[in-house]
């Protein structure tokens, strides 16, 4: 509220606040024990909040897929599989992309060591796992690793109106 002077009004010799802006975007925030049964809720929830930012279903399961990967990717390396520690999924809609990172505790994993994968020797070999980090570079627009104090996080974007790489 602005008084004729335009400058703030004050009520009794102080300022009226106004209310707080709600932010434009969707933001969720998931936490899940660090146990292999709660990916299917990783996968339902990221995909619920892919389809509630707009993508088309099969766009939202690709997102589901990357996000489930990088989730994996915590239990078992990160956390070597210990069932005593959370994992925590935050959503934001954007606007113009829908971001979500994935947060631990766990032991940082050094991603220059994680080898760049070559499909065809891979097929041609008819080796299994390993491709987490890949699927999450191809699905995804923009994968990053940080640590801030105790914490991993992973962060994925992927923008509504480019095209698809998934």
Do not use: W
């Not at 070597?80 to 505790?105: K, Q, S």
């Not at 974007?157 to 998934?166: A, L, W």
């Amino acid at each position: 509220m602005r008084s004729r002077s335009g400058r703030p009004a004050r009520a009794a010799g102080r300022r009226v606040r106004r209310p707080a802006r709600r932010p434009a975007e969707a933001a969720v925030v998931l936490e899940i024990p660090s146990r292999t049964e709660f990916l299917g809720l990783v996968r339902d929830v990221t995909k619920k909040m892919a389809e509630t930012a707009g993508f088309d279903s099969a766009t939202a399961e690709q997102i589901a897929l990357a996000v489930d990967e990088a989730t994996t990717n915590v239990l078992e390396h990160a956390y070597r599989g210990a069932t005593d520690r959370a994992v925590e999924l935050r959503y934001e809609d954007r606007g113009h992309r829908l971001r979500v990172d994935v947060v631990d505790t766990g032991a940082t994993v050094n991603r220059r060591a994680v080898p760049r994968v070559d499909l065809r020797r891979y097929a041609r070999e008819r080796r299994t796992g390993g491709l987490g980090v890949h699927l999450m570079e191809k699905i995804m627009d923009s994968v990053t690793y940080r640590r801030r104090g105790r914490c991993n996080m992973c962060s994925m974007v992927k923008d509504k109106t480019g095209p698809s790489r998934g």
